[in-house]
C-alpha cells in the first residue's frame, strides 16, 4: 500500500468528524482536494472504507480498522515531537483530555494554571457525562481521562487525586437544613431528584442505597448538576450530588446541604489512561501538575 502520513491524518480526521468537507477544514485543504485524497486511500487499500448513508459518511470495518491504525500512528508520532521538543528544551504540542461533566467544576483552574506554566500547549478538554468519557477511553481517542468511577473491566493505569464527597441537598427552606444526623430511612417519604443511570455520582448512590437497603422514592433523573441544583431549589425533592458541583459548598441557588447520617459519601477522582498506554511527555507533564497542585491545596 501507497499512503502518506499526511493522507492518514486526513482519514482520521474524517473518521472523527464524519464529514469530508469538516475533515478537509480540518487539514486545511479544499473539499475537492479531500475527495480526492481520500479516493487514492481507498484505492491503495482495495476495499471500501466508507459509505454514504443520506448524508451521513459510515465507517466500514476496514475503515475502522484504518482508522484505529491511523490513530496510533498519528499518537505516536505527536509522542515523538514532544520528545524532540523535550531534549531541544522546547514545550510545545496538543493534549487532549475528557472530563466527566462533575470535573468542569475544578479541572478548568487546573488545565490553565498548565496552560500558563506552558503557554505554547493547545488544549482538547472533552466534557461529557460517564459513558461519553468511557466510550472515549475504551476508543483510545484521549490522552488522560478524568472520572470517579472508572470502568472495571478495562486495565488501566490509574491514579487517585482528590476525594470526591456526595452529599444529599435540599431546598435551604426545608425543615431537613436545620436539622443534625437525620437518619436515612426519614427520607423514605421525600422525593428524590437524581443524576441519570450512569453517571459517576448516581452509581454511588445506588450502590449506598443498595447497601443501607434503601429505596428512594425517585421523581426525576436529569442529566446535568445544575438540573438537579434547580430542581431542589424547586421544590420539587431533595438531591444527590457531588460536593464540587456547589461553588458555595453549604449553600447554593437555594439549596443547603442537609446533614444525613453516614453521609457525605467516600468517593474520589481519578486520573486514568489504558494501562497499555505509553504517555507522552506532555501527558506525563499535565499528570505530575494535577498531582502537585491538588498536593499543595491539602
Excluded at 479541572?107 to 466510550?135: Q, T, W
Excluded at 428524590?192 to 433523573?221: Q, V, W, Y
Aim: aromatic content about 6%; charged content about 25%; overall charge positive.
Amino acid at each position: 500500500m501507497n499512503i502518506t502520513f499526511r493522507q492518514l491524518r486526513l482519514f482520521l480526521a474524517l473518521a472523527d468528524t464524519g464529514s469530508v468537507s469538516a475533515a478537509a477544514k480540518a487539514m486545511h485543504v479544499t473539499q475537492p482536494t479531500a475527495s480526492m485524497q481520500l479516493k487514492e486511500v481507498t484505492q491503495s487499500v482495495g476495499l471500501p472504507l466508507y459509505e454514504f448513508i443520506g448524508k451521513k459518511i459510515y465507517l466500514t470495518d476496514v475503515g475502522k480498522e484504518l482508522a484505529a491504525t491511523a490513530r496510533s500512528v498519528a499518537q505516536s508520532w505527536d509522542s515523538f515531537e514532544q520528545s524532540v521538543d523535550g531534549m531541544k528544551g522546547l514545550s510545545r504540542g496538543k493534549l487532549r483530555v475528557a472530563v466527566v461533566s462533575t470535573a468542569k467544576y475544578f479541572m478548568p483552574r487546573l488545565i490553565g494554571s498548565f496552560c500558563a506554566k506552558y503557554p505554547a500547549i493547545d488544549v482538547s478538554l472533552e466534557i461529557l457525562n460517564r459513558d461519553g468519557v468511557v466510550h472515549r477511553l475504551r476508543e483510545n481517542l484521549d490522552d488522560l481521562y478524568i472520572m470517579s468511577m472508572p470502568p472495571a473491566d478495562i486495565e488501566l493505569g490509574d491514579e487517585v487525586f482528590l476525594p470526591n464527597p456526595i452529599v444529599v441537598i435540599a431546598a435551604t427552606t426545608d425543615s431537613l437544613a436545620k436539622r443534625r444526623q437525620v437518619p436515612l430511612h426519614e427520607l423514605a417519604n421525600r422525593r428524590f431528584i437524581l443524576r441519570e443511570k450512569g453517571s459517576g455520582t448516581r452509581m454511588a448512590g445506588d450502590l449506598h442505597f443498595r447497601k443501607m437497603k434503601f429505596r428512594p422514592d425517585i421523581r426525576l433523573e436529569l442529566g446535568s448538576n445544575e438540573a438537579v441544583k434547580e430542581s431542589v431549589a424547586g421544590g420539587l425533592g431533595v438531591g444527590l450530588l457531588s460536593r464540587h458541583a456547589l461553588h458555595g459548598l453549604q449553600k447554593e441557588h437555594g439549596v443547603s446541604v442537609i446533614d444525613i447520617e453516614d453521609f457525605p459519601l467516600t468517593s474520589a477522582w481519578h486520573i486514568v489512561h489504558p494501562a497499555s498506554k505509553k504517555l507522552s511527555p506532555l501527558a506525563l507533564a499535565f499528570k505530575q501538575h494535577v498531582l502537585l497542585e491538588i498536593s499543595r491545596r491539602k
